[in-house]
């Protein structure tokens, strides 16, 4: 096949990408805000451009959880792993996101072909992660007597927390760096002979390397961080992550605000060392973005889907 030539961009959907507050989950809701996403990103490509997606699957992997302990209770029907669960929702996720995409690249003139892979991120078994579970997975709030059992019968792990005035405990698991993309050498292929790529969803699934043969890990790796690995690895000229604000703010969220237009390696490591960024949302974004720069020497942008189509974001450069 001939190869084509263009710019390599590589862009991380968000969970509002998929599912907006007040949806239900639903495939036909998930497939019309994909539809929505793919239609502003195809407006910022050249012809011959070539893309790469990756997506969350948080809020999918905690209802496969549920699926499966419904499954046990009523059906006796074993539950997966939750590397199983991860690579389950790639699964469906991507033929979501191939679907719609292939149906918006019929009216476009040029042939393209669309592939979605589920993807193996290797991730090294001594990493400190699985010493101090983080990841918060599946049912939102658990009572202390499930606790309990989950703990004797699994070995699960959780932490309490409060919100809305409510008292309960969430299951956390460990969140490990990603090491290497164990199917690179599948996607180069694919992206060298002209496919538009999805691949990397939620994260990856996570396996390791022992004695010689892959095996699935419990756990999950941030879909920022493996994006961010994906994107060096391929060799990206452009590495977006799209998110529900425009920027990333200083202050965000009290008076006084302050949109950060752009932000150097030294700026973020002076921003992180003072605890500007929230550790559960904007945080693992930025340690991204700032992590592809690093590596690369390129660019990469943080914005919102409008933000994307006008130009507006925040550019995070080396110096």
Same mark, same amino acid.
């Given at each position: ?37 793919? $239609?502003?990103? %195809?407006?910022? +490509? ?7 997606? &990756?997506? *969350?699957? /948080? ?124 199917? $690179?050498?599948? %996607?180069?292929? +694919? ?7 999805? &691949?990397? *969803?939620? /994260? ?116």
């Amino acid at each position: 096949m001939e190869t084509r030539r263009g710019k390599t961009y590589i862009i991380a959907l968000g969970g509002n990408a998929l599912t907006r507050p007040g949806d239900s989950g639903t495939p036909e809701e998930m497939a019309r805000q994909i539809r929505h996403a793919l $239609e502003g990103i %195809l407006q910022i +490509l050249n012809s011959e451009d070539r893309l790469v997606l &990756t997506h *969350g699957n /948080g809020p999918q992997v905690g209802n496969e959880l549920l699926r499966y302990d419904a499954g046990k209770s009523f059906y006796n029907i074993p539950p997966f792993p939750l590397d199983v669960a991860v690579a389950a929702t790639q699964g469906f996720i991507g033929y979501l996101l191939e679907r719609e995409l292939r149906n918006l690249l019929q009216a476009q003139p040029q042939g393209r072909e669309v592939a979605s892979l589920v993807t193996l991120i290797e991730v090294s078994p001594s990493d400190p992660a699985f010493e101090k579970p983080t990841k918060r997975v599946g049912k939102t709030y658990y009572d202390i007597n499930e606790v309990k059992r989950l703990i004797r019968e699994k070995n699960w792990q959780f932490t309490e927390e409060i919100k809305q005035n409510k008292k309960g405990w969430r299951r956390v698991v460990p969140s490990p760096e990603p090491l290497q993309v164990v199917n $690179e050498a599948a %996607l180069k292929k +694919l992206l060298d002979t002209g496919f538009m790529l999805i &691949t990397g *969803g939620g /994260g990856g699934v996570p396996v390791e390397l022992r004695n010689g043969k892959w095996r699935g890990v419990e756990a999950v790796i941030d879909k920022d961080a493996a994006s961010a690995l994906l994107a060096a690895t391929l060799e990206a000229e452009e590495f977006i992550i799209l998110t529900d604000v425009d920027f990333v703010y200083e202050n965000y969220g009290q008076p006084g605000q302050k949109a950060l237009e752009i932000l150097t390696l030294n700026q973020i490591e002076q921003y992180i060392s003072h605890g500007i960024f929230g550790a559960g949302n904007m945080l693992p974004k930025i340690k991204a973005a700032a992590n592809f720069v690093q590596r690369t020497g390129q660019t990469a942008l943080i914005t919102e889907l409008e933000g994307l189509k006008t130009g507006r974001g925040t550019r995070i450069i080396k110096n």
